[in-house]
């Protein structure tokens, strides 16, 4: 059983404070040394190998396949002097060989390699201000959970069916492996031999170089913590070398130097694995190469839309699989809830059976919530069974439940003209200011965090900007920020020139010159701005003066208010970005007709118990309880389009709350659920 988040917080303490003086050793050995944070890496694991293993294990031939695992070609590093500088940062713990499943309390075994790389090396920033791990998408997978994973798993095969070929696609630090070979010994009298044979069923590919040689290094490490003779190291070592590969598992023979399952792993031809388990990259579209997209889409079936790599891993999955096989994977919590999943929950309704769907969010209710990741979105468990069918027992739908059918309905997408997201900056700090007021000359007064000082700028390029917490359930709209915007008030969003803006916005060019170093830094190789003071999305300035319904992304219920557009002192911009800021939603005219009716109608549909349920279904949780309001989840809410008196006593109320004090609110949010409610009678 996983553990209790009681018995979990005092090793989660101990893996704290280890990581923080790996963290103080390396900002030391790269300075005094001058060598790279992957070769202190290299020198800090072969220390930490010989405290588990001993002094004079350093010497013993029969560990020279250990320590190969762990040596650069660099040999010129000085390894006595790094020792010297790392040994007191460690006499405070207690490291030692021992089995990763059953811990001692106090004490730091073979997962310390590993934990070492994924939130050491990987964690380090680049160039580009992102951490390897976030751009890889690569996130520390807690023993615990690979155990509760491992051990739904095997449940699945009856006591009859043989299995025996257990594979990682994406094995970074081998957690998953190493878990494997722990609950295969569990089965096992004979030790040594039967070790080798556990060993030789296990197969793993990762694209990292490091975590492919940590991943067999831990698991020799823990072989030996189970029983395995130090003599019998070389024979596992080399078949570890077999079944520990280097390479690109999506990207079998494409052209591009990626991996042959049939070469690599011959055994599996024609055959397939047993049991495919790990925790694939959570690497949305954004961060994959436009080469990669390309081929992925070419040999992925699931990878459709602004798909996630992840995707392309359960799909592969399913090939790797032997009829019967069971894949169980740590998957991002949005996978099957959203559209762009929808092509990989068809594939696995006609091929799969799922066992597992569990969420692991701190907010529900399972005890392995503690050990969920780092990452921005949340995860959940997906198990599966591979099978030929012809139902789709495990289908999602959403559907609105009505007496009858006699009222015409409409999706949200159709009865809106657009539902858009908000400018995206690329760089909030220089370019979202807080407004402080009108100042001399009248020039806009704001508070620059970057530059942690008040500016004056230009009315001309500067425009109120709303953040999604300034969007709230019939309130009333109050920006707080000024959007530094140069672009001119036209479609398509021409930006202004830098000539224009140093002759007719000195102010504002003065403080763009200031900030400049740090603009240029922002984008990556896949990520260019138009121009060095550019927005990332600047969208259409005539969109955001428009009338129309704001909806807050991430909102524990639908928080909608109206914007009446820049005619009636509305206008405002508004952040965006996934599942950041706001959707602004501008009604058609033809549909719902002129005037501010029409939208304040829209914002009664939009705040009411209707899209909550929509949204309940359909979206993914975040940290808190939040859910994503976003356009791939509302788009298709059915619209009852309204008579005209059902449409102006909806907009009539509407428009009360907006001027009612929050406080007072509840009896008239009351009535217009009621009146929806009848609307869909």
Known sequence: ?????????????????????????????????????????????????????????????????????????????????????????????NISLHSECAPPPDSLGPEILSLGHEQGVLALETPCGESSRKRSGSFYTPMPLARHLCLQAMEQFPPERPWSLVCDPAAGGGVFLVTMLHLLMDRETTREKACLDVLDQLHGVDLDPRAVRLCRARLLLNALALGLPPGALPEAARALRQNIRLGDSLLEEQGYPGFSWGSAFPRREGQGFDLLLGNPPFLRIQRISAKHRTLYRERFASARGKFDAANCFVELGLRLLAPGGVLAFVLPGRLLTTAHGQSLLELLQRE???????????????????????????????????????????????????????????????????????????????????????????LCRVYSKHLDEHILLEQEVTRPLLKGTDVARYEPLCPRHLALYPYAPKQGAPLLGESWLRENTPHAWEYLCRVRQTLERRGTPRMRYKSWYAWWCPRSPLDFSRAKVLVRALALRPACTHDPGLEQNGGYLFTGGGNAGSYGLIPRADILGQGPEGGLFLLALCNSRLLEELVRERAPVFRGGYRSHGRRYIADMPVALPQSGEKRALAKLAARALETDVSECHEIEEELDERVRKLYE
């Open 1 to 93: 059983m996983p553990e209790t988040r009681a018995e979990s917080s005092p090793r989660r303490e101990l893996e704290r404070r280890f990581l923080r003086s790996c963290l103080k050793i390396r900002r030391q050995a790269g300075e005094l040394f001058a060598l790279t944070p992957g070769r202190v890496q290299d020198m800090l694991d072969t220390l930490l190998m010989s405290r588990m293993l001993g002094e004079q294990s350093l010497f013993r031939t029969e560990y020279a396949p250990l320590y190969r695992e762990l040596h650069s070609e660099d040999e010129s590093a000085p390894m006595e002097a790094f020792r010297r500088l790392a040994e007191p940062h460690f006499r405070e713990f």
């Open 352 to 442: 799969a059976r799922i066992f597992l769907k569990q969420d692991i969010s701190p907010e529900s209710d399972t005890a392995i919530s503690e050990h969920n990741f780092e990452s921005a979105s949340y995860a959940c468990l997906l198990g599966l069974r591979r099978e030929d069918r012809t139902t789709a027992e495990n289908g999602r739908g959403a559907t609105v439940r009505t007496s009858g059918k006699s009222r015409e309905t409409m999706p949200l997408g159709r009865v809106c003209e657009s539902i858009f997201q908000g400018v995206i900056s690329g760089g909030d700090r220089m370019l979202i200011l807080q407004d402080l007021g009108k100042g001399e000359h009248g």
